[in-house]
């Protein structure tokens, strides 16, 4: 299970609960330990009063730790400036931020979270690099809000948008704007509560006194009650045309829009504003309702929005008229979905009264289908299946310990040690220096293989670093040509690069550089590449390099994590290489011109890997179109890795790869 960091744009006890709340409540449910980070403020704080109530709780609950809310989730609220625009001030914010939040991390014992973000200035405060991996959750227009700063938000969700692993959105039109940015890009809609709103219909409770007072028919909405998302005019017509019904409007008035007018409202007497009431009375008042009402405006923020409580209504039982909107017009069968006009609405009403709309079977059998825990299910299996819900891991002290053991000659101890880290703290540090650095290997070759073979085998650890052991065993066994072992690496590696082949998670998969499976993939094939060709097994050689060009076809290299993709850029042109050495085609050029166009990309100018990944492409590519002798032996010994001296000289591989078949 992972730890997950929630940033918000919604304090945890607002009356109105969203998405936010929901997802952190069915994340922790589904196991998962979440913090909630309370709004950070996208707009500047309003003149007079307004906001000041929800400031001063702020103030009262910035020097705490997190509290706990509920079981697996707690709540922190961060001190900021809210809705800087001034460098000064978002230098400040993104101090305050990040130290705050490190200490609610280590408080928490939150070890390589995923940041799963509402906010489309994000970026501002805080470095994705210093988490497991990101999320932004889009869930509406929020740069189409009154008082927004529309322009810089729209930047920095763009920007966003490009940066993190996933971008989740909850309508039609957000995902065909947010999809061309990353393509990760995955619509979910908005669901509900449903166990918690079927309540009106399982175990309704008595009528709450404001509604018991007002006649029948009683036509409900609840929600914030903004002039920019309801159309507030047209209502107001129809109570006038209507006296016989009774409009109640459930919420705060102009929260998010300050404008809203509600005296016209106010004037009929048969329109009702009681103002907001608890989430946990609301079912209530929809089980005493005949209607409920999704009186919405066309406008640029309503086109990308899904009102959640669309299935709340579902779930209650109440049959619903709403306004056409796009999210909701694949949902025409269980619900009025009209123009936003009082003869349109006054209309489907009369229908709805008399019993002549969707069945409840059918209400209810759509709501059950969109709720909070199926929907954190389906988002969940996505993360998964891009490698981003893992078991987490993190750096620790036991390197230099594990070092002394094995310059002791005690591979037993320093795997004990190694294993125990693992089992116990998630620290796979000392496992990785000795991967990925070469000088903090003991100087004995012999104890080298003894501790490889022990870890490539030792199932208490977590595959890639299993896998990355059965790599360095592979070249250590090629390096002193100990040709006995080779049919041993021969047999662990083959398996292992098949099923990550078959793994439609390699294709996508968004873990780090040395837990990426696609990076794994190629790095096993290039050692079993070096396998093959001191066996001199042409035929295998070629399979193997043809496979890879194959996979290659399939995989958009935007699609797994950057600095993976451009790190794992020499040994996959390696791969790709001996097919194009031994017979040269134009779909060998194209994939290369592929490497060549994905690693000069400007995000990877100044990349801190140590080989340049675009000039070995792009030098491979110009050898291979050269045709001449030479050319072909910088290609035989790139491919051979000639200056390590891996047993396969450039020479030899030559010779083999334009074979005619037979043994070399």
């Not at 025409?332 to 936003?340: M, N, Y």
Request: with cysteine; charged share 20%; net charge positive.
């Amino acid at each position: 299970m992972a730890d997950v960091i929630v940033l918000a744009t919604a304090d945890w006890d607002h009356p109105l609960w969203t998405n936010k709340q929901h997802t952190a409540v069915s994340l922790a449910a589904l196991g998962h330990r979440v913090l909630y980070v309370e709004s950070l403020g996208l707009r500047p704080p309003r003149k007079g009063a307004a906001d000041l109530p929800r400031m001063l709780k702020r103030l009262r609950r910035v020097l705490r730790w997190p509290r706990r809310v509920q079981n697996g989730v707690w709540v922190w609220s961060p001190l900021v400036l809210p809705g800087a625009s001034h460098p000064l001030a978002q230098r400040l914010n993104r101090l305050l931020v990040r130290r705050g939040l490190d200490l609610a991390r280590r408080w928490l014992r939150f070890r390589s979270p995923m940041l799963w973000t509402y906010n489309p200035l994000t970026l501002e405060v805080l470095s994705l690099s210093s988490f497991a991996g990101s999320i932004y959750h889009c869930v509406d227009r929020i740069q189409a809000q009154p008082e927004m700063p529309a322009d810089r938000i729209e930047r920095a969700e763009q920007q966003l948008c490009q940066a993190v692993n996933v971008v989740f959105t909850t309508a039609p039109e957000l995902q065909a704007s947010l999809a061309p940015l990353n393509p990760h890009t995955h619509f979910f809609g908005n669901v509900a509560d449903f166990d918690h709103f079927a309540r009106a219909w399982r175990d309704p409770g008595p009528c709450p006194d404001p509604l018991k007072k007002l006649p029948s028919p009683r036509l409900l909405f609840t929600g914030a009650i903004d002039a920019y998302k309801l159309d507030l005019p047209s209502l107001t017509r129809l109570a006038q045309r209507r006296p016989d019904w009774t409009f109640v409007l459930v919420g705060p008035v102009g929260e998010a829009d300050p404008s809203t007018d509600v005296r016209a409202l106010q004037a009929c007497s048969n329109i009702h504003l009681p103002g907001p009431r608890p989430y946990d009375e609301l079912p209530d008042w929809l089980a005493h309702s005949d209607v409920a009402l999704l009186p919405l405006r066309l406008n640029s923020y309503t086109r990308n929005m899904f009102p959640m409580k669309f299935f709340e209504y579902l779930g209650a039982g109440r049959p619903v008229v709403a306004t056409a909107i796009p999210s909701l017009q694949s949902f025409g069968e269980a619900a009025q979905l009209v123009e936003p006009s009082e003869g349109a609405f006054e209309t489907a009403i009369s229908q709805c009264l008399e019993d002549h709309g969707p069945s409840l079977e059918t209400r209810l059998s759509l709501a059950q289908r969109h709720t909070y825990v199926s929907r954190s299910r389906g988002m969940v299996a996505v993360l998964e299946q891009l490698g981003l819900i893992d078991q987490p891991w993190s750096g620790g002290s036991a390197s230099r310990s594990v070092q002394k053991m094995l310059q002791r000659g005690d591979v037993d101890a320093a795997i004990g040690l190694i294993r125990l880290q693992w089992q116990q703290n998630a620290d796979v540090s000392a496992l990785h220096q000795l991967l990925f650095r070469r000088g903090a290997r003991p100087p004995s070759a012999s104890l080298q293989v003894a501790l490889f073979e022990a870890l490539a085998k030792d199932a208490s650890l977590p595959m890639p670093e299993r896998s990355y052991s059965q790599i360095a065993l592979t070249y250590r066994v090629l390096k002193d040509r100990r040709v006995h072992l080779l049919q041993c690496c021969r047999l662990e590696l083959e398996p292992l690069i098949a099923q990550l082949e078959q793994d439609p998670g390699t294709l996508v998969c968004q873990r780090p550089n040395r837990r990426n499976r696609a990076k794994l993939l190629i790095s096993a094939s290039t050692a079993l590449m070096l396998v093959l060709a001191m066996q001199a097994d042409r035929s295998a050689l070629l399979q193997l390099s043809q496979r890879i060009g194959i996979w290659l076809d399939r995989l958009n290299l935007a699609a797994i994590q950057a600095d993976a993709a451009f790190r794992m850029t020499r040994n996959l042109c390696r791969c790709l290489l001996v097919e194009a050495v031994a017979q040269p085609t134009q779909q060998a050029r194209l994939r290369l011109q592929r490497l060549i166009d994905f690693t000069g990309q400007e995000r990877f100018v100044g990349h801190p890997a140590q080989e340049d990944h675009r000039g070995i492409a792009s030098a491979s590519l110009a050898d291979l179109e050269e045709a001449s002798a030479a050319g072909c032996d910088r290609l035989c010994a790139l491919i051979s890795d000639e200056p390590r001296d891996l047993g396969v000289t450039a020479a030899d591989l030559l010779t083999l790869l334009r074979d005619d078949g037979r043994t070399a």
